[in-house]
């Protein structure tokens, strides 16, 4: 047809070879990367060095907050910096926290240092708490899913310092799962410390990012705004999946944890077990009742998991350090079909659900799909449209190129 209307054959070849390289190129960046040059925030130090001289810090970090091999409080203090306080979110500020443990004020053991717990007796900082700050420095690396309890943290330490006029600054760092969104919008009469705000199970954002939303959205009390900055990454974008250099809890030691953790943790939620007291929990699931191929026993583990859920007994499961995270890195979304499937393996009953799953999922509609048998297509087809319209609202806030 373009040859009827005038234009030479020649122009036509090089218009398709053009449009076939084009279309390659634009699939090429789509493809996962794993780039070995990023620079996290905290590895910046002159973006943010001379905002700190002179003013009296709180730290919110945790043993992911390291620049290089030296934790980001040691760094401070060998520039000179005052740290005048630090806080520390689950699991503790040196790691010896379990997960879901109360941990209590203390001092540092390495510098003396006042630590302010906020995952104890209080989720969130007084104004006694912060008195004599005058700037809130935030470093924690997340993992990007709504239960990992950092961003709620992020969101109390916001809301502090909003109250209090003190600017925050983020050191960003990038989120391993932040190549995808996925999951249903957690309901209003879900709200809890593992689901703050209305978002996906996977919300795709950095921790910056994420600081960014809390603000723009008015999710602070009285939809008030901290003063907010965010030192970003170098050398990230999402579709970086970033194998992260320090393990961000106890029980995500590597990056198939990393990568499995979103949809394996809705185990949490029932009678089935996902590895918790194993070198490799958040890779495998089992029960002593389960059909599969792969036998683990949950022990004791301290800083880890003490008294694991089925300690003891020997679980039979299914290892997903290969085909379960080619299949979440492919598929890019969450996966229900494990959970389905180990469901039905011991034997349909409502009581292979806890409590603590609806508080998870952030619903009870996809439990009750479960225990009617839809299959994981029809339940994820329910929540697609929400996906859609939370990814337009996180366009505002993204300071790194998109996976879209």
Same mark, same amino acid.
């Given at each position: ?10 122009? $036509? ?17 789509? @493809? ?10 905290? /590895? &910046?130090?002159? @973006? ?49 926290? /379990? ?28 104004? /006694? ?51 995808? $969104? ?19 199970? $996977? ?5 910056? @990012? ?73 890779? $495998? ?11 683990? &026993? ?96 996180? &366009? ?9």
């Amino acid at each position: 047809m373009l040859e009827k209307r005038g234009i030479p054959g020649f122009i $036509v070849l090089f218009l398709l070879v053009v449009s076939i390289f084009t279309t390659r190129a634009l699939f090429a960046q789509k @493809e996962l990367r794993n780039p070995d040059n990023i620079i996290c925030g905290a /590895e &910046r130090t002159g @973006e943010y060095i001379s905002l700190l001289d002179g003013k009296s810090i709180g730290l919110v970090g945790n043993p992911s907050s390291m620049i290089g091999d030296t934790h980001l409080l040691d760094s401070l203090l060998s520039l000179g910096i005052n740290v005048h306080k630090v806080f520390c979110p689950e699991h503790g500020f040196r790691g010896k926290g /379990e997960a879901g443990e109360k941990l209590f004020d203390h001092k540092d053991p390495v510098t003396g240092i006042d630590v302010v717990s906020l995952y104890g007796k209080k989720m969130n900082a007084s104004p /006694e708490d912060v008195e004599g700050i005058d700037l809130i420095l935030f470093d924690i690396q997340d993992v990007g899913a709504r239960f990992y309890t950092y961003i709620s943290t992020l969101h109390f330490v916001m809301e502090a310092a909003a109250q209090l006029s003190i600017p925050i600054i983020i050191l960003d760092r990038p989120n391993p799962n932040g190549f995808y $969104v996925d999951g249903p919008i957690r309901e209003d009469e879900f709200v809890s410390f593992v689901g703050l705000h209305p978002i996906p199970v $996977v919300h795709g954002m950095t921790i910056g @990012e994420y600081g960014k939303m809390i603000n723009g959205e008015g999710w602070l009390e009285n939809a008030a705004e901290c003063e907010l900055t965010v030192i970003p990454c170098l050398n990230y974008d999402h579709l970086c999946t970033y194998s992260l250099p320090v393990k961000p809890s106890p029980n995500l030691p590597n990056k198939e944890s990393v990568f499995l953790y979103p949809s394996l943790c809705f185990f949490e939620g029932t009678i089935a077990s996902i590895g918790r007291g194993t070198s490799i929990p958040f890779q $495998v699931f089992g029960h002593p009742d389960i059909d599969g191929d792969f036998y683990f &026993r949950p022990v004791s583990t301290p800083g880890a998991s003490l008294h694991p859920k089925l300690e003891g007994e020997l679980c039979r499961g299914f290892d997903l350090r290969s085909v379960g995270v080619e299949r979440v890195l492919d598929e890019r979304g969450l996966i229900l079909d494990w959970i389905i499937m180990s469901f039905r393996d011991l034997g349909s009953k409502p009581e292979f659900f806890t409590s603590y799953f609806d508080k998870l999922i952030g619903n009870s509609w996809v439990r009750e799909d479960i225990i009617n048998g839809l299959p994981s297509e029809t339940i994820r087809a329910k929540w697609a449209d929400d996906v859609n319209r939370f990814k337009e609202t996180r &366009r505002k806030y993204l300071l790194y190129p998109d996976f879209e």
